[in-house]
């Protein structure tokens, strides 16, 4: 959405809430930046990954990532919120 709207404010009341402390085993803040963002998928998933797995790992592309975070997250009860989101440019 919009920048200055007030997402990242209302993702970090209900991120802090204590409520959300009980309610999940894990979670986990990541920020994108612009350039996790201009660089190709396995970057991204290596900044993803890295973040959720709180590890300074490098891994080997995608699949790598989507299995740890997979055999990680799976049997758990978690929030992950992705801040600083890039919109999608509109479809022609």
Not at 22 to 33: C, Q, S
Not at 34 to 55: K, M, P, Y
């Given at each position: 959405?919009?920048?200055g709207v007030g997402k990242?404010?209302?993702a970090k009341k209900v991120y802090y809430h204590s409520t959300m402390a009980n309610h999940f085993e894990i979670r986990r803040w990541v920020t994108l930046t612009d350039a996790d963002q201009d660089s190709d998928v396995n970057a991204l998933f290596a900044?993803?990954?890295s973040q959720v797995l709180?590890?300074?790992e490098k891994g080997d592309g995608k699949?790598?990532?989507i299995n740890k975070l997979h055999g990680f997250l799976?049997?758990?009860r978690y929030l992950v919120?992705?801040?600083g989101v890039l919109p999608t440019p509109p479809m022609p």
């Amino acid at each position: 959405g919009m920048g200055g709207v007030g997402k990242t404010t209302l993702a970090k009341k209900v991120y802090y809430h204590s409520t959300m402390a009980n309610h999940f085993e894990i979670r986990r803040w990541v920020t994108l930046t612009d350039a996790d963002q201009d660089s190709d998928v396995n970057a991204l998933f290596a900044s993803v990954g890295s973040q959720v797995l709180e590890t300074q790992e490098k891994g080997d592309g995608k699949e790598h990532w989507i299995n740890k975070l997979h055999g990680f997250l799976e049997p758990k009860r978690y929030l992950v919120i992705l801040d600083g989101v890039l919109p999608t440019p509109p479809m022609p």
